[in-house]
């Protein structure tokens, strides 16, 4: 139990460009999740956190415009990276929480974002 | 400011051997405190966590020794295996958000 799941794995997109990203919690309703970026070889850093129904808490540093975040459902969050630039390019990674006292935050895959 | 430091940040280690990463935190407020393994190109999985109103946990071969006093923690791998080579990092915050360490990259020697 407890997956996350996270569409696409990889993209590719043109400089001046939006992507989306998909995150979903298949065998649980998550109503927090959390997105992450990471460098190559550095540790995570959180971006926001995504509430359903509400809007998503961002981190100091950054830009709530750029980085589109929409919590729709109890299994879906989208993080949408808006006129993409080249450092953009990074490893962004959700998070979901299982519900109930003995929360836990379970990991999706990660998703490969390389602008060109 | 750096909320947790980690440490070592490369560990290499025997088979069998024992792999030791210790966290250090600032937070008093700080209630939850998990490990996370990650391998190349994927995200990080959950290993094991552990809350301040107990000084360990076990599960199979990992170990949380937590030291509340001390705002510290560690990760203790018995019997380590090649398999588990992989980047580990830990986390220290509460149910809303947590900030995770810098990483340290262990490499079991077979």
């Known amino acids: 139990g407890a997956v996350v799941s996270q569409h696409p794995s990889w993209v590719i997109c043109k400089s001046g460009t939006s992507v989306k990203i998909e995150c979903r919690s298949l065998?649980?309703?998550?109503?927090?999740m959390f997105w992450y970026r990471q460098f190559p070889k550095q540790s995570l850093m959180l971006m926001a956190t995504?509430?359903?129904?509400?809007?998503?808490?961002?981190e100091q540093g950054v830009e709530k415009d750029k980085f589109l975040i929409n919590h729709a459902s109890l299994t879906l969050s989208t993080l949408t990276v808006t006129s993409a630039h080249p450092e953009d390019s990074s490893f962004y990674i959700c998070?979901?929480?299982?519900?109930?006292?003995?929360?836990?935050?379970?990991f999706g895959p990660g998703t490969r974002l390389t602008v060109t | 400011q750096q909320q947790v430091k980690q440490s070592p940040q490369s560990l290499i280690v025997q088979k069998g051997g024992i792999s030791i990463i210790n966290c250090a935190y600032e937070?008093?407020?700080?209630?939850?405190f998990p490990w996370y393994q990650q391998f190349p190109g994927k995200g990080p999985a959950l290993l094991i966590a552990?809350?301040?109103?107990?000084s360990e946990k076990k599960e199979g071969r990992f170990t949380i020794s937590f030291n509340k006093s001390a705002k510290q923690f560690s990760l203790h791998i018995m019997d380590s295996q090649p398999g588990d080579s992989a980047t580990y990092f830990c986390?220290?915050?509460?149910?809303?958000?947590?900030?995770f360490g810098s990483g340290t990259k262990l490499n079991v020697k077979p």
């Open positions: 065998d649980f309703q998550a109503t927090t």
């Open positions: 552990i809350r301040p109103d107990v």
């Open positions: 937070n008093t407020a700080f209630d939850y």
């Open positions: 995504s509430n359903e129904g509400s809007k998503a808490t961002y």
């Open positions: 998070s979901a929480k299982t519900p109930g006292l003995a929360s836990e935050q379970y």
């Open positions: 986390a220290a915050g509460n149910f809303n958000k947590f900030y």
